[in-house]
């Protein structure tokens, strides 16, 4: 969503206009940046080493899923081995 979206949006669910919400919204962004620590992608992206590392990290981290994404999950992996099997069924 960018700045004026957002600033209309702001604007609508508080009844202000639309300059307010901007205001109002990059206020408080500042004073979070602040206080809330920065991503770990944040604090090595200027250097490109450390960058490289962290993403092979993250890439190789096992993501956990919730079991509704699981059930899909296996009913492609189940579709896709039943149509392998039966193609290779037919060239045999």
């Known amino acids: 969503m960018d700045k004026n979206q957002t600033s209309d949006i702001l604007g609508l669910l508080f009844d ?8 109002a919204f ?6 979070l940046k602040e206080i ?9 992206e200027r ?3 450390k960058y490289q590392e962290l993403r092979k990290i993250i890439c190789e ?8 994404e699981q059930a899909i999950l296996m009913t492609c992996r189940l579709s896709r081995a039943k149509t392998a099997l039966f193609w290779k069924e037919k060239l045999i």
């Open 16 to 23: 202000i206009s639309k300059t307010k919400a901007n205001d």
């Open 36 to 44: 809330l620590p920065a991503s770990q992608i944040e604090e090595v």
């Open 47 to 49: 250097d490109s080493q």
């Open 61 to 68: 981290h096992e993501l956990i899923v919730d079991s509704a």
């Open 26 to 31: 990059n206020y408080w962004v500042k004073i």
